[in-house]
Each structure stands twice: as structure tokens, then as C-alpha cells.
């Protein structure tokens, strides 16, 4: 139970860190930083809900995670690809 | 027999790699695969008017390991409304981008779009729905910065990132659902979930994430600036669909996961917030200087209608005027999805005409295109609410369901809404008459014209005089 | 599907078609677009024939289309129906001819002609409407029929009057929606039934009608110009001469007034209205905008200006008429329905006439006019004789029933409302009379347009108001007659206070 809580805590904390750091920056880095931030918080705590004791960890957050850190890179690339589309502009100006 | 929910998700998926693979022949395909997804869709929403609903596992895993597709009344309707206006979207494109790069990057966006949209009207489980929404997200996001400018390229990367903000607050409710019932299915969650903090939690979190992506107020800031940025044709998937998509979660959410927790004074905050919608939004659609910003903001004012039915909802217990106002809240949403692709695209075209679309200014440009500025009217009707829409009769019955539960402020807030609409319609309408020359024919361009007049023609006056056809679709009583 | 379904529809759709394909029709093809309009016409005042015919025998037609569970739009053919529609199907036919001739030549024929036939089917919607959420929708649709008309010109001064006009009538439309929806949430659909459906209502419902009858009320009478709602009219004066006829004698001012009778005789019920003290209240906004409108219109010098304030308080006959409790002073307000849209529609046509053929827009010029053009300024007389109440022309009838009508109902004070407005009338028309016919005409005219032919003007312009003007000597001279209007008046309030 304790480790339930020290993980699935540790991810909300995580979240919550990463929604306020969102918020305060304006760098488009940070914020992209803050969402993976965010996005780890979330996997962490599914992989605290995964453990059962006993028996064989429940599989299904498992899959989550995978499927989930694919999404988050590939909204990561596309946010990095379009901010540097924009400081291209910039520079080139 | 091939699964049909299953298609609807994979022939545009299909469509999208042939125009990737041939481009070539990108317009021809690009038709073709239009035609092929609307039939595939319609042929759901068919089977579902026969059937009701419906509901397959690809691949036989079933719960709680297999991805479940399911199809009821509403994701029919909406399915259906999706495939009308993206087939005439598709036929617009092929006139509105002629040649160049820009063709050639929209059509496989477009049709991954359409796929995830699908997927996401289909989807039965709430991470399902978590990775449809990215996907629509993501690709909404690449069409919308498709001219390249520096406006658009900016406005959807902001898009972009509050669009990620509100999938990661919606997935961490979905966690915590999992982490309290051990399931994700839509209807085993729905119902087991209990009162508590964990239900209370998540029904915040993802009502409060999709609410970014549904625009509604005050997390609408995004939408204007990324929907009239975006080429004509993205601007109507984006303010049609696109929105509708996470609007339609939200209600998916509290019907049919959250239906047993929901408070009177959650659905009275909701509620609120649209009325907060309505009057904004129609006051900046009032204040704006170009057409297309006009749209935009009158779809956060759409959007709030659709949010006043949440309180009524709630109020009223089950029964033939609880399923009236549900069927009514999907024809609104419905007639404003039709309205609001027609009149971007109308706006598409007086802006190629114009070379702008700065309101003040469109005087001639009305009067050469008679076909565009009618269907600016007929799109305006349905906004403004007034008869033989689609919106008429869901207002009527909104304003029905207000008187009778005593909620007659709402009533104050649709009649204000209305006025302002009208005001903001005819601010654009009073530009046709003037004293420019004559046009010589009714429609110039068939390809891109007729489109955008049929999509308006149906949002205000097929779905208003057509509308028991949406009851008997999602099952609500007998039409005598 | 058989024909007395298909002919309430029939009528609506003529028009409804014609004026669809009106707007696709090139602008150079004439003859095309003269086809389509008169055949539209034609086809419509022939159906309309067949119901008349049909109803008198006590004939039923309704159409039903359920648009949801428990909203059906209705259309059906009661005596009332009859009559508005075939006020508008006739004035239609003969405004049609009257605006080929007016248009020739000016820009956007085919989106003029194509909104003048949807206004025409939103009135006889209106008219056909069998319950209040039918009418509602027709009387919205109207609204936006009538919006590019009015502002056709596409002048500043234009877009602003059409801008007022759309202001006022937006306005008015949503309370009416509301008072729609309220009473609908109270009693179900409200079917519009000859003796009214809420008089059995309990007595705690009393507050709540009376407030409905309220906002009913305001969105009728933003359409029907009843004071203080009537200050779109005289600034739509902007519109062509045939628009101001559709406007003032056909469509927009009579769809108010035509949806008071409807909400009085038909759902509230004379009776009942009339114990809950809404007839009074009728009655006195009724007489106040017949005596402000002529009031107002002593002092126009603008022809058209003068026409607009006197159909203010012209119209308000017909809410007169309802507001006194008796089958008489029913007779003259529905009467007055066909009469005052007869002789305005002539006042408008020879205004349009002075305008088109001698550039006259004001009342200090028409001095000698009649000589100049004597066939136009004879209509003219006949149709400002017969707002006065002269007899034997069609607006003595009128004022004669809601006379006799005042003194069964022991309401003498319209007696002498009746009697202060014939004078005001008189005030206000005698004047143009007197200048037309007996002062010397100047040495040019304004802006005169020479035109080869027999005639002072053209055919197209100068027929119509004479035959209208004819046809309100002939309402007045056998009114007796069966299927004069006056006749059919009758038989509505027979069958209103069910005689």
C-alpha cells in the first residue's frame, strides 16, 4: 500500500509540477518540457496502479504507458518541428 | 461480412497512404477515398437505423485487452454529419487547392483526420478515446498550419500545446477511473462508478481538459486566431468537426460514465460557462473586422448553446422530454456543424475573390458571387436560429425544457444570443446590397460553390423540416 | 397523400418554386423570368380558387409534417385562411405585373423577383398556418424575405432603412417565439381552433396568459405597426414602390395583423380574452396608433412618408375591430383585413406612378397632376376616398360595421375614435385631392419620363392600380354579394362566435 502511494504520489506530484511549469513559462522548450514532465507523471502513476502484490502486475497500464509515450513523442516532435519553422522566420527576417 | 465499424476507421486510414503513395493522382483519389469513407460511415448509421446499436471487437480479444468499437445514436448521428460535411469538404479541396505542395500535404493529413474522427466516434473505451483525440488533435494541428504563414504556423502550435494540456488532464482522470474500477470500458465504468473523490477527481479532470479542446468558455482563447488562420477548407473541418469531436466526449462522458454523479451544480457550472459563450462569443463575432474571425467566434457562441442543455438535462428526469432535449442538443450541434463548414467555405471563396475578407470592404465581392452570398445567408439562418433550421427547432425545444424546469434565465441568455447573431449575420449581409453591377450567373465555380451552398442548405432547411429523423435514429420514441 | 393535403402545400410551394428558380434565371432573360413569375401567379390564384370554393362548402384541407415529437407544422384552410390568402394571391398577381414594369431595366431583377416570390410564400404560409409554431415559422421567414427587399437599392439610405426595419422586426420576432414557447410548455401545441382553445384554462394560469398575451402581443405588433412599435415603417419607405405595396398591403403589416386576429379569434377566443381584460388593453393601443398615425401623417410632405403613417393608423382597424366583443365589430375588423390592403395597394401603385412618370415624390408637387395623368389620379381618389370612409367605396363598409359593431358591444367611445380619424383621414387626403385635381400643373415637371404610347405611363404600371382601385368600388358597391369580401367576413364571425 505505502508503495502504491509513494509512486502513484510521486506521479501526481510530478503532474501537477508539470501543469504549473507550463503555465508560468512562456519558452516554447519549457513548455514542451513541461508537458513530457506532465506526461511522465501520469505513466508513473499507471505503473503504480499496475502492481497487484502476489500476483503478475496487471498488464493493461502496461500497454497504456507504451501506447501513451508514443503519442507524447510524436506530439513532441511535431510541437519542436513548428517552433523551429518559426525561429527559421525569425532568423531569416 | 466485413466488419462496418471497423471500416469506417481503416478505408480512410487506406485512402490516406494510396494519396501518400500516388501523388501523382492525388485529386482523383482524394475523391475516390471521400466517397468511399462517406459510404462506409453512412453505412453505420444505416445499420444502426435498422439494428440500433452496434458493437464489434477487432481481432476477438474483447474486453478488457481488445480495442471494442461501438456505435449507438448519437455516434451515428454525429458519424453521419461527419461524412456529409467532409465529402463536400473533399470536393471543395480539389477546387480550392489546385495545384502546388499544399495539395499534396493536405490530402493525406485530411484523411488521417477523418480516420481518427471515426475512430473517436466509435471508440468504446475511455484510452481509445485518449488516442483518437491526440491523433485528431495532431493532425488538426498539421492541417491548420498548412499555408506555412507565420500567423497560422504560430497559432496552431499554440493550438497545439494547450491541445497536449488538455489530453494529459483528460488521460490522468482516466488513470484514476482505472486506478478506483479496474476497467475502461465506457458502459462498465459507467456503471460502476460510485460516488467519492477518485469519481469526482476525474470527472474535473477530463471534463476540464476536453473543455480546452472544446473551446468553451473561458479556455476558448486558442480557437479564433488557429480557426481563421487556417486554409478555408481546414477552417471548416476545424470548426465543424474537429470541436464537435471533443464536445461530443464531454457528452458521451456525462451521459454515459458520469451520469450518476453529476450534481445540479456541476451541470449549472457548465451551463453558465455557455451562457458566458453565447454572450462573448456573439458580441466578438459582433466586433470583428474579417469574415473568417467572425466564424470563429461564432463558434464559441455555438458551442455555449450546446453547454446550456447540460443544466436542463440534469433537471429533468428520464423520459420522452429528457430524450427530446438530447435530440435536441445533437441537432444543434448537428445544424451548426453543416452551417459552420458552409459559411467557411463561403468565406474561402469571397477571399479568393477579394484577395481578403475584411468585412467593411466586401461590398462588389458579394455581389459577383450570388451563389456564395447565399449560402453566407442560409449558414446565417442556422446561426441566428431561425426557421426551417435545424437550430430552430432545437432552440424551440431548449427554451422548452428552460420554461419547464424553471430555468427561465436561460431563456434571457438565448435571446440575447439570437439578436446578436442576427446582428452579426446581417452586419456581413448588408454588404450584398449596393450598387455594384449586376452578376451575370448564379454560380461561377461549380466545384467549391455548390459544396458549400448544399452544406448550408442542409443545416437550414433539410435538418430543420428532416429533423424526426434524428429521434428515430437514436431510438427515442414512436413519431406518430 | 390526396388532394386536399396537396393543396394547402400546392399554394405555398407555386411561389416557393418560382422563386427558387427565379434566382438562377440570368439577369438578360426577361422573358424567362416573366414566364416563371406570372405562371407562379396565375397557377397559385387558380388553387386558390378551388379552396375558396371548397371551404365555403365546409370543405376541410390540412397538410401535417411532424418536424419532432410534438411539433407538427400544420397547414390548413379555415374561412380566416381563405381570406388573407386570397388577398395576397390577387395583390401578388397584379404587384408581379406592376413590378415588371416598374424594374425594366434597373440592376439584380432576378434576386429582387426571387425574394418577392418567397415573401409571397411566407404570407401565404402565414395564412395558412394551422397552429401557432407553423405561424411563428412562417412570420420568421418572412422577416427574412422581406430583408433584401427592403434594402434592394443598395444606397446608404437603403441599407440603413433595412437595417431599422430588421432591428425592429428581429425583435419582435424572438418575443413572439418565446410567448410561443411559453404557451406551448403550458397547454401543448396550440392548434389555431375558430373559438379559441384556452378558455377552459384553470384560473391559476390566468397571470401567466395574460403575460404571454403580452408578448405575443409585442412581436405581432412590431409587424402590424401598432404604436410604440411601428417606427420601421415609415423608414422602409426606402424600398421601390412595389415593395412598399407588398409591405403595407399585402405582406409584413398585414401578417401582424392577420397573427392579433389569429391570437384573439382563435386561441385565446374572443370571450375569454375579453374576461381577462386583454381587450382593453387591445382596444386602447388600437385606438391611440389610429389616431397618432393620422396625426403624424397631416404633417408629411413625402407622398410615400404620408402612405406610411397613414397605414400605421389604418391598420390598426383590424386590431379595432377584434378588441370589441360582438360578431358586428368582427366583421369590420376582418372586412377591413381585405379593404385596407386594396386601397393602400392603390395608393402605393399611383405613387409609384407619379415618381416613375414624373418624378413627384412629394405631396407640394402634385399640384394639376390629374390632368397630366388623369387614369392614375383617379385610382388615387378612389382608393384616399375610401380610407376616408366615403360610400359607396370598400372603407365605408368598414367603418360602418365597426360603428354598429362599438354601439352593440355599448363601447361608444370607438364611435368617436372612428369619427376623429375619418376627419384626420380627411385632413390628409383631401389636400392631395384638391392639388391634383383643381390647381394648375407647373411649366415642367420634376423629372418627367417621356414613354411612347397611348396612355399617360405605361401599361404595366398604369393597369394595376386602376383594376385595384376598381376592385375596392366593387368590395363597396356589392358588398352584399356572395364571395364579396364582406360576405365572407360574415361567415368567419358566424363561425368565430359560432352562430
Known amino acids: 500500500m505505502t508503495a502504491h502511494l509513494l509512486y502513484g504520489g510521486a506521479g501526481i506530484l510530478l503532474f501537477v509540477l508539470g501543469v504549473w511549469s507550463f503555465l508560468v513559462h512562456e519558452a516554447l522548450l519549457r513548455k514542451v518540457i513541461a508537458l513530457n514532465v506532465m506526461g511522465s507523471g501520469v505513466f508513473h502513476l499507471l505503473i503504480a496502479i499496475a502492481e497487484r502484490g502476489s500476483l503478475p502486475p496487471d498488464p493493461v497500464p502496461h500497454a497504456l504507458v507504451l501506447t501513451g509515450i508514443v503519442v507524447a513523442v510524436s506530439a513532441t516532435a511535431l510541437a519542436l518541428a513548428m517552433g523551429r519553422r518559426l525561429e527559421d522566420e525569425d532568423d531569416a527576417r | 461480412m466485413l466488419d462496418s465499424l471497423a471500416l469506417a476507421v481503416t478505408v480512410p486510414l487506406l485512402a490516406a497512404l494510396l494519396v501518400t503513395a500516388l501523388p501523382g493522382r492525388v485529386q482523383t483519389l482524394g475523391v475516390i477515398g471521400a466517397i468511399a469513407t462517406a459510404l462506409v460511415s453512412l453505412r453505420v448509421t444505416v445499420q444502426v437505423w435498422q439494428h440500433g446499436s452496434l458493437r464489434s471487437d477487432p481481432g476477438g480479444w474483447g474486453a478488457p485487452l481488445g480495442l471494442a468499437l461501438q456505435a449507438d445514436g448519437l455516434s451515428a448521428a454525429l458519424l453521419a454529419m461527419a461524412a456529409l460535411v467532409a465529402l463536400a469538404i473533399s470536393v471543395y479541396a480539389t477546387g480550392y487547392f489546385r495545384e502546388g505542395e499544399r495539395r499534396l500535404h493536405f490530402w493525406p493529413l485530411w484523411f488521417l483526420l477523418w480516420s481518427a474522427l471515426n475512430a473517436l466516434l466509435l471508440a468504446a473505451d475511455l484510452f481509445n478515446l485518449y488516442v483518437t483525440l491526440e491523433l485528431l488533435g495532431l493532425t488538426a494541428v498539421a492541417l491548420g498550419a498548412l499555408t506555412g504563414q507565420r500567423e497560422a504556423v504560430a497559432a496552431n502550435l499554440r493550438y497545439l500545446l494547450v491541445g497536449l494540456l488538455g489530453s494529459m488532464t483528460y488521460l490522468l482522470g482516466v488513470v484514476l477511473l482505472y486506478a478506483a474500477y479496474g476497467t475502461l470500458d465506457i458502459g462498465l465504468t459507467g456503471a460502476a462508478i460510485r460516488p467519492g473523490p477518485v469519481a469526482s477527481a476525474a470527472l474535473v479532470l477530463m471534463t476540464g481538459g476536453l473543455a480546452l479542446k472544446a473551446a468553451i468558455f473561458p479556455l476558448h482563447f486558442w480557437l479564433p486566431p488557429a480557426h481563421a488562420n487556417a486554409p478555408a477548407p481546414v477552417s471548416a473541418v476545424l470548426s465543424a468537426l474537429v470541436v464537435k469531436a471533443a464536445f461530443y466526449l464531454i457528452l458521451r462522458l456525462w451521459l454515459d460514465v458520469f451520469g450518476a454523479i453529476v450534481t445540479p451544480a456541476a451541470a449549472g457550472l457548465l451551463g453558465l460557462l455557455g451562457a458566458a459563450a453565447v454572450i462573448w462569443g456573439s458580441w466578438r463575432a459582433l466586433r470583428a473586422e474579417r469574415l473568417k474571425l467572425l466564424a470563429a467566434y461564432s463558434t464559441l457562441a455555438q458551442i455555449g448553446y450546446l453547454c446550456l442543455f447540460f443544466p436542463l438535462l440534469q433537471a429533468t428526469p428520464e423520459g420522452p422530454a429528457r430524450d427530446d432535449l438530447l435530440a435536441a442538443l445533437v441537432l444543434m450541434a448537428i445544424s451548426h456543424g453543416f452551417a459552420k463548414a458552409g459559411l467557411f467555405l463561403a468565406a474561402g471563396l469571397v477571399q479568393h475573390s477579394a484577395g481578403h475578407d475584411r468585412i467593411d470592404e466586401l461590398g462588389g465581392t458579394a455581389q459577383h458571387l450570388p451563389a456564395t452570398t447565399f449560402t453566407i445567408a442560409l449558414a446565417g439562418t442556422t446561426l441566428i436560429g431561425l426557421p426551417p433550421s435545424g437550430s430552430f427547432i432545437g432552440k424551440w425545444i431548449l427554451m422548452t425544457g428552460a420554461i419547464a424546469t424553471g430555468q427561465w434565465w436561460w431563456i434571457l441568455v438565448i435571446l440575447i444570443g439570437t439578436l446578436l447573431a442576427a446582428a452579426y449575420v446581417f452586419r456581413v449581409l448588408s454588404r450584398a446590397f449596393n450598387e455594384a453591377p449586376t452578376p451575370r450567373r448564379f454560380v461561377t465555380q461549380a466545384s467549391t460553390e455548390v459544396p458549400a451552398l448544399l452544406l448550408a442548405l442542409t443545416s437550414a432547411v433539410v435538418l430543420g423540416l428532416g429533423a424526426q429523423l434524428l429521434w428515430r435514429l437514436m431510438g427515442f420514441g414512436v413519431v406518430a | 397523400m390526396n388532394f386536399d393535403t396537396l393543396l394547402p402545400v400546392g399554394i405555398v410551394l407555386t411561389s416557393l418554386l418560382a422563386g427558387g428558380f427565379i434566382f438562377l434565371v440570368k439577369e438578360e432573360s426577361h422573358v424567362l423570368r416573366g414566364v416563371l413569375n406570372l405562371s407562379g401567379a396565375i397557377v397559385k390564384l387558380l388553387l386558390v380558387g378551388v379552396m375558396i370554393w371548397g371551404v365555403y362548402h365546409g370543405h376541410v384541407y390540412e397538410a401535417r409534417w411532424t418536424l419532432a415529437p410534438g411539433l407538427e407544422l400544420v397547414l390548413q384552410a379555415d374561412a380566416l385562411s381563405v381570406l388573407f390568402v386570397t388577398l395576397s394571391s390577387v395583390l401578388w398577381l397584379v404587384t408581379t405585373i406592376y413590378a415588371i414594369g416598374y424594374l425594366e431595366d434597373s440592376p439584380n431583377r432576378s434576386r429582387f423577383f426571387g425574394f418577392f416570390s418567397l415573401c409571397v410564400s411566407a404570407t401565404v ?56 414557447i411559453w404557451l406551448h410548455v403550458l397547454t401543448g401545441p396550440v392548434d389555431f381552433v375558430q373559438g379559441g382553445v384556452l378558455s377552459g384554462s384553470a384560473p391559476a394560469l390566468e397571470g401567466q396568459l395574460i403575460a404571454i398575451f403580452v408578448l405575443l402581443l409585442a412581436g405581432l405588433g412590431v409587424k402590424s405597426a401598432l404604436i410604440p412599435l411601428h417606427g420601421w415603417l415609415p423608414q422602409s419607405m426606402v424600398a421601390p414602390a412595389p415593395v412598399s405595396a407588398l409591405l403595407h398591403a399585402v405582406a409584413v403589416v398585414k401578417a401582424g395583423a392577420f397573427g392579433i386576429l389569429r391570437v384573439v379569434y382563435d386561441v385565446y377566443g374572443v370571450a375569454y380574452a375579453s374576461s381577462l381584460g386583454l381587450l382593453t388593453l387591445l382596444g386602447i393601443l388600437a385606438s391611440t396608433t389610429i389616431l397618432y398615425g393620422s396625426i403624424k401623417a397631416l404633417s408629411q410632405d413625402g407622398l410615400k412618408k404620408r402612405l406610411a403613417y397613414s397605414t400605421v393608423s389604418q391598420v390598426s382597424y383590424i386590431a379595432l375591430g377584434a378588441s370589441i366583443l360582438g360578431p358586428i365589430a368582427t366583421v369590420g375588423g376582418m372586412v377591413h383585413l381585405v379593404h385596407q390592403g386594396i386601397m393602400k395597394i392603390t395608393l402605393f401603385f399611383c405613387a409609384g406612378n407619379y415618381a416613375e412618370t414624373l418624378g413627384i415624390h412629394h405631396v407640394s408637387q402634385m399640384d394639376g397632376v390629374g390632368r397630366r395623368m388623369p387614369w392614375t389620379t383617379l385610382a388615387f381618389s378612389v382608393g384616399a376616398l375610401g380610407m376616408i370612409g366615403i360610400p359607396p367605396i370598400a372603407g365605408f363598409v368598414t367603418k360602418w360595421y365597426l360603428g354598429l359593431g362599438a354601439v352593440e358591444a355599448n363601447a361608444h367611445w370607438v364611435l368617436l375614435i372612428l369619427a376623429a380619424s375619418s376627419l384626420l383621414n380627411a385632413g390628409y387626403f383631401l389636400p392631395i385631392l384638391y392639388r391634383a385635381w383643381f390647381r394648375p400643373p407647373p411649366e415642367v415637371w420634376p423629372a418627367e419620363h417621356l414613354h411612347a404610347g397611348r396612355f399617360e405611363t405605361q401599361g404595366t404600371l398604369l393597369w394595376p392600380p386602376v383594376i385595384t382601385a376598381a376592385l375596392c368600388l366593387i368590395a363597396g358597391l356589392f358588398a352584399a354579394a356572395p364571395f364579396s369580401p364582406l360576405e365572407w367576413a360574415q361567415l368567419i364571425a358566424r363561425r368565430e362566435h359560432g352562430l
Not at chain 3, 131 to 150: G, H, K, Q, R
Not at chain 3, 156 to 179: D, H, N, P, Q, S
Request: glycine content about 14%.
Open chain 3, 125 to 180: 404560409g402565414i395564412a395558412l398556418a394551422g397552429n401557432l409554431l407553423s405561424f411563428v415559422i412562417f412570420y420568421e421567414l418572412l422577416t427574412l424575405a422581406t430583408y433584401p427587399l427592403v434594402a434592394h437599392r443598395g444606397t446608404a439610405e437603403a441599407t440603413r432603412g433595412a437595417k431599422i426595419y430588421l432591428a425592429y422586426t428581429m425583435g419582435g420576432g424572438v418575443l413572439l417565439l418565446i410567448g410561443a
